[in-house]
């Protein structure tokens, strides 16, 4: 069974502060998504990373694709009360279109 | 453009009941797919068409499950006869076959309570 562990799986913080999501699996995949979802919505898509080692940057966020392609991290720096939310990571099995989804990560930035 | 669409946006039934969920991806997407997020695990996968056809279904949890997309437009997922460990959120998501990083598109999905 492929699993994709997500972490921390809920996290409070101030405003202001850094933080850092981590997606990790023993599978390779082809790629991998992260999105964010609000309550009553379907996931939206943040960004899709290719490339072992590949670093995009969308405004404060900051994300990394392992070397391996086995594993992902997203940093979100100067946190601020709309990145509120669940965060998913989802990787592309080799070979397929399925998506294996981690657990989420509930964010909850205080003002 | 419109998004991915899915009607019901809830559902509660009584077990044994038979339901219909559908799913309007984004036109002219030819991939469609069927996720499922039971109360407090992951999203999981269900199945994935390619147009009409069904490129892997081996997400789906049993034969009680059913999904079709004739004509490769709307896809329906029907459980018939529901069970308790049926209820759940469940999402459609689509994407373009020419998109090489295959943006996927989520509804907003169904919320289906079984009792």
């Known amino acids: 069974t492929q699993l994709l562990e997500q972490s921390p799986q809920f996290l409070s913080i101030q405003e202001g502060e850094n933080l850092t999501v981590y997606c990790n699996s023993s599978?390779?995949?082809?790629?991998l998504q992260w999105y964010r979802q609000e309550p009553g919505e379907g996931p939206v898509l943040l960004v899709t990373v290719v490339t072992g080692g590949e670093v995009k940057k969308l405004k404060r966020l900051t994300f990394q694709f392992g070397d391996a392609r086995k594993d992902s991290s997203l940093h979100i720096t100067a946190a601020q009360p709309g990145d509120t939310g669940l965060y998913l990571c989802a990787g592309e099995l080799l070979g397929t279109y399925k998506y294996i989804f981690g657990t989420g990560t509930r964010l909850k930035v205080l003002a | 453009e419109a998004g991915v669409t899915q009607f019901p946006s809830h559902s509660v039934i009584e077990k044994g009941q038979t339901v219909t969920l559908r799913c309007d991806p984004i036109?002219?997407?030819?991939?469609l797919y069927w996720y499922r997020r039971v109360m407090g695990k992951e999203i999981k996968f269900l199945l994935h068409f390619v147009k009409e056809s069904k490129q892997d279904e081996s997400g789906m949890p049993n034969n009680r499950f059913l999904a079709e997309r004739t004509g490769g437009t709307y896809s329906t997922l029907k459980v018939q006869p529901a069970e308790l460990e049926d209820s759940g959120v469940y999402f459609c998501a689509s994407s373009s076959l020419s998109d090489r990083n295959e943006k996927l598109f989520f509804g907003s999905g169904t919320q289906l309570s079984v009792l």
């Open positions: 036109s002219g997407h030819d991939n």
């Open positions: 599978s390779v995949f082809s790629s």
